[in-house]
């Protein structure tokens, strides 16, 4: 039984209102640090995503020679390389908990003229990480992983690539940017055919640093750099799986109103806002307008009776993330939820 003194009583609270500052998209702070880092100039990145697995990309990029420093709580100045200006790292790079920082960074140093060995913790050393080798691989990347290449610590020894058309077998925005990355300084186009579109930040930012991209319907194809790429500055937009707590508090309170401000609204991140109007929420989305090529904009949210739905197919990848919250608005609905 649990001692007098750490008990605590929640009690609900009869009015729940106010207005919500969201931490910055984690996925568009990473690429925002890593794609800058290889611009020729310096950018600064406002509303940088506080966490661990973004300061792990951070620190990896320094560990190869990029200078970013902090201006203030949450922004970042990033004085830019160029595409040849990266540097041998002298110790194991650490990408701690966070896929993103291996992989993006994994078809980056793929391109790369040394010799980078990326590790995590012991979590990340259990990810599969063969479907990342497979296609870096045969861009001629000389990659190496544990158990047979199935799983970090990976060791990659950086030289020329050749463009490629791979067909990816799952919609996952990791390794299609990490292609993308390598694909920068291959020889050759690259082309990405997706069963369904996943979230599109990569291309989003290179189109806007001035790369060659092209997407039609669910095929990208990439031509390599004949100029570094261009600094972007950068308000990162909200991050709206943050944003999704709020979303699911404000529908389910019986007396809420609750304004989420500057909130991503990127279309193939937007699962969730299409499933809480599908389930009846009283949702509405105001002020839209852009950051660096990304949509954001404000979301007013208030008290609803929500109503079962059936979820499937290509709205699975836009709310991976938020499928245990959407649970949760599902318990106190009427009728029964299915997700497929």
């Known amino acids: ?15 729940l209102e106010g207005e919500i500052a969201l931490p910055g998209d984690k996925s568009i702070s990473h690429r ?9 100039g310096k950018a600064e990145v406002s509303n940088f995503a506080p966490g661990r697995d973004c300061l792990a990309t951070v620190n990896c990029l320094k560990a190869l020679g ?7 709580s949450g922004n970042l100045l990033i004085s830019g390389t ?5 540097t041998e790292a002298s110790d194991v790079l650490d990408a701690w908990n966070s896929a993103t920082t291996m992989r993006l960074l994994s078809g980056l140093l793929s391109s790369q003229p040394f010799l980078s060995i990326v590790t995590g913790d012991a979590s990340l050393r259990s990810r ?10 045969s861009m001629g990347a000389e990659i190496y992983g544990r158990g047979k290449d199935s799983f970090a610590p990976l060791v990659i020894k950086g030289g020329k690539l050749r463009g490629i058309e791979f067909l990816l077998p799952l919609p996952t925005a990791q390794i299609k940017s990490a292609i993308l990355l390598a694909g920068l300084f291959a020889q050759g186009k690259t082309v990405l055919h997706q069963p369904v579109p996943s979230r599109d930040h990569s291309e989003r930012l290179l189109k806007r640093m001035g790369t ?4 039609n319907g669910n095929s990208i194809s990439l031509s390599p750099l004949t100029s570094p790429l261009s600094p972007v500055n950068l308000c990162v937009p909200g991050d709206i799986s943050s944003a999704a707590y709020f979303l699911v508090a404000g529908a389910i309170h019986p007396d809420a109103r609750i304004v989420v401000r500057n909130c991503g609204i ?25 950051e660096a090529g990304e949509p954001l904009a404000d979301i007013v949210v208030e008290s609803s009776e929500l109503r079962g ?12 993330d938020e499928i245990p919250i959407l649970a949760v608005a599902s318990s106190v609905a009427k009728v029964k939820t299915v997700i497929r």
Do not use: H, Y
């Open 66 to 72: 990029v200078e970013i420093s902090r201006k203030g």
């Open 128 to 137: 599969p990480m063969g479907r990342l080798i497979e296609p870096l691989r």
């Open 1 to 15: 039984m649990a001692k007098q003194d750490t008990i605590r009583k929640v009690r609900p609270c009869p009015r």
């Open 32 to 40: 925002a640090a890593i794609f800058n880092s290889l611009a020729k």
């Open 309 to 320: 739905i059936e979820l499937g197919g290509d709205i699975i990848p836009r709310l991976i």
């Open 212 to 215: 060659q991209l092209e997407s």
């Open 82 to 86: 160029g595409g040849d200006g990266l």
């Open 266 to 290: 990127n279309p193939t991140r937007t699962g969730i806002i299409d499933a809480l109007l599908a389930m009846g929420a009283k949702l509405r989305i105001e002020k839209e307008r852009w």
